[in-house]
């Protein structure tokens, strides 16, 4: 597919339009921004005018490539460590994020995991096997009436002694 790129109003803005998809009444647009960094010609696409920006969660516009292409010119010419200089840069920046973010939640999950849970979903089923119905039946009603109450919401990471002798 041959595209004719269109430029914009803004400097370093361009577009071009999709044959077939729309959004409304308008053909959807593709927008791409060109700067040049340490003599070098960038080109990197932004996204569809269909499309949400996570940072806002609003639609693309030519306007808000713009403004972007700001945000990276003026990361790239003071020199800022922490900002990125590429679209490609804030987007593994804001990917790394969501995965620390999510292994930190699975920790959590697995710190806060309950003896209850840990003895209704892990234990209990593998002491099932290979033992009487009427031993695996008391163990459960032992648990049931005497450890539940004491230590069966209590997380994993904070029984201690004193606890169990409880």
Request: glycine fraction near 6%.
């Amino acid at each position: 597919m041959n595209k004719k790129w269109i430029s914009t109003k803004f400097k370093g803005v361009r577009y071009y339009e999709h044959p077939t998809r729309k959004r409304g009444l308008k053909k959807d647009r593709y927008l791409a921004i060109r700067y040049q960094r340490d003599g070098i010609r960038i080109e990197e696409g932004i996204g569809w005018t269909s499309e949400r920006d996570p940072d806002d969660d609003q639609n693309w516009t030519e306007a808000k490539a713009a403004l972007a292409l700001e945000r990276l010119r003026g990361a790239a010419k003071h020199g800022k460590k922490e900002a990125p200089t590429r679209i490609t840069e804030k987007r593994n920046i804001e990917k790394q994020r969501k995965e620390a973010e999510a292994a930190a939640k699975e920790q959590t999950e697995k710190e806060n995991i309950t003896f209850g849970h840990f003895w209704n979903d892990i234990y209990f089923p593998t002491y099932k096997i290979g033992r009487k119905e009427s031993t695996t039946r008391k163990g459960q009603e032992h648990f049931k009436n005497w450890i539940a109450p004491v230590i069966g919401k209590t997380p994993l990471k904070d029984i201690k002694p004193l606890l169990l002798r409880k």
